[in-house]
């Protein structure tokens, strides 16, 4: 098992910057590829970027590429999601998730851990 704990969220104007941390405990953390993913009212859960154990092969999707990094600490059991350029779209639960696997992916149902996520809200 293991607990996942976002931070960070908030409200910011549109052009801000905000950055998310996840703290996980229980099982080593650098046994996991972890993942951001984002769901606003109304719409299904959308994939924001993940990163590999090691920190290697961060993926994003085309939606925030060039704008929002993915980054992980293992020594603080931490991932983080610097968020630049938000735009009122960026607003929705943003949560944080852990896949066993070796395979850095986009898809939800890969992902066995989830935290209960942080608000962001982007204003125009």
């Known amino acids: 098992q293991v607990q996942l704990v976002e931070s960070g969220g908030g409200l910011v104007q549109a052009g801000g910057s905000l950055r998310l941390s996840c703290v996980a405990s229980g099982r080593t953390f650098s046994s996991f590829v972890m993942g951001w993913f984002r769901q606003a009212p109304g719409k299904e859960r959308e994939f924001v970027a993940a990163?590999?154990?090691?920190?290697?092969?961060?993926f994003y999707s085309d939606s925030v590429k060039g704008r929002f990094t993915i980054s992980r600490d293992n020594s603080k059991s931490t991932v983080y999601l610097q968020m630049n350029s938000l735009k009122p779209d960026d607003t929705a639960v943003y949560l944080c998730?852990?896949?066993?696997?070796?395979?850095?992916?986009?898809?939800?149902?890969?992902?066995?851990?989830w935290g209960q996520g942080t608000q962001v809200t982007v204003s125009s």
């Open positions: 998730a852990a896949d066993p696997s070796w395979i850095v992916a986009s898809i939800p149902s890969r992902y066995n851990y």
């Open positions: 990163i590999s154990r090691t920190g290697g092969s961060p």
